[in-house]
């Protein structure tokens, strides 16, 4: 069985041969799904792997509270809220009242935002970017570090002092090279000065962290945001909770919940005009949609596969045609039918599986291109799970659609099969 098996690949591997170009074209379908499919899935793997380091930067115990009903396509009632087309839904009184100790004992830290893009200028620069008003908490709630000078501090807060730290990003845009540390900036023509610089933090699925600046929360009240919600109280565009711990985090949801649906007289069955949501979940969300989009990509790369396969079957009937008396001569001296239906389906086997390996070594070097051309946003992973399974679809289409032309093969007779000119 070993001798017939060994004899089958090196005349198999000479039938290849023999046709190089038809040979060539037969393995550019497969290459190329296989190739396409690869390299979508380790994009795919990429982008989770990347979504699951930057939700888990922000904290284990986070949570976020934001204005409208959450679905798959956003924040319903966020957008017209920032742009200032509808009263706020979150104020700073909700943040308060989240802070009470007897009623929320699982959120251990609160921190009130209010985000808005405003243009900002220096003495010989401008720009436009997220401007986000900010209490002393939200250093410690979203982990942020400052790389120069030091973070907002309660005097600031107290006092509405016009001060502000600048994004890595930012502070590159408005200064270049020189420290900013102590230069005045202008936002919406209002002078700030700034006070330090943060520390990079990359893209995240809430935005570019490294292109915002900070002020004080009661400063943008004072001079930037003046919408009001309900009883006049300030208005936010998010709160930032952080649970006492880990198992908690769910308990200080609820907690939440509760106390906000009660401050904004929320009846039992109708729906929140807000939601309390955790890394974890978005964490969940962004990695569906990731998966549903690679595995759509992934199936109209399947179809190159496909039509690899189509390509494969087309040729070995045409080899089959093209052999009929080397079929006819094999079985008059004693080949049975298994051993002729073994012959070819070897053959497209094995040009399925050459196809598949260049299609692996194609797949890599696309994904190391999409690495480099996202500047390091985030690096496309080939997993061995998505090598084995490009090959081993590979491997099923060569041996699927090689199949048929083995059959016809095999029932030839033999002496008409030796009568064929």
Do not use: C
């Amino acid at each position: 069985m070993l001798a017939l098996l060994q004899e089958n690949l090196q005349t198999a591997t000479q039938s290849l041969l023999a046709n190089k170009l038809r040979t060539a074209l037969s393995l550019l379908g497969i290459l190329i799904g296989v190739g396409a499919v690869i390299a979508l899935l380790a994009a795919g793997q990429g982008v989770q792997d990347y979504i699951q380091r930057q939700v888990q930067a922000i904290g284990p115990n986070v949570l976020f509270v934001f204005p409208g009903g959450f679905s798959q396509s956003g924040f319903t009632r966020a957008a017209a809220q920032q742009s200032g087309l509808m009263r706020p839904v979150l104020t700073l009184g909700d943040a308060q009242a989240l802070q009470d100790p007897v009623r929320a004992p699982d959120i251990g830290m609160v921190a009130p935002l209010v985000a808005q893009t405003f243009p900002i200028a220096s003495e010989k620069e401008r720009t436009a970017v997220t401007v986000r008003g900010v209490t002393p908490e939200y250093q410690i709630a979203r982990n942020w570090q400052v790389d120069r000078g030091r973070f907002i501090e309660p005097e600031d807060e107290r006092t509405r002092a016009r001060v502000a730290l600048l994004g890595a990003e930012t502070a590159r845009a408005l200064f270049g090279e020189r420290d900013p540390i102590g230069q005045l900036i202008r936002i919406r023509d209002i002078p700030f000065r700034v006070i330090g610089v943060l520390s990079r933090k990359g893209g995240t699925s809430f935005g570019n962290d490294d292109e915002v600046v900070l002020i004080p929360l009661s400063t943008m009240h004072q001079y930037l945001y003046s919408l009001r919600g309900r009883g006049g109280e300030p208005g936010l565009t998010a709160i930032v909770l952080v649970a006492r711990s880990h198992e908690r985090i769910r308990a200080a949801q609820e907690q939440a919940v509760t106390i906000l649906r009660e401050r904004h007289g929320i009846r039992f069955r109708e729906d929140e005009d807000f939601t309390v949501v955790s890394q974890e979940e978005i964490l969940s969300l962004f990695g569906n949609l990731t998966t549903i989009l690679t595995a759509f990509l992934s199936a109209i790369a399947g179809i190159s596969l496909l039509v690899g396969g189509i390509g494969i079957m087309n040729i070995t009937l045409v080899s089959v045609r093209e052999r009929t008396r080397e079929i006819g001569l094999r079985k008059a001296v004693g080949a049975r039918r298994r051993d002729i239906l073994l012959q070819f389906l070897i053959e497209t086997v094995v040009l399925s599986l050459i196809g598949g390996g260049l299609g692996v070594l194609l797949g890599i070097i696309v994904a190391q291109l999409i690495s480099a051309l996202a500047g390091g946003a985030f690096q496309a992973i080939v997993t061995p799970g998505a090598v084995m399974l490009a090959v081993g679809i590979s491997s099923a289409v060569g041996l699927f659609f090689g199949l048929y032309p083995a059959w016809r093969a095999a029932r030839l007779d033999p002496i008409v099969a030796l009568r064929y000119e």
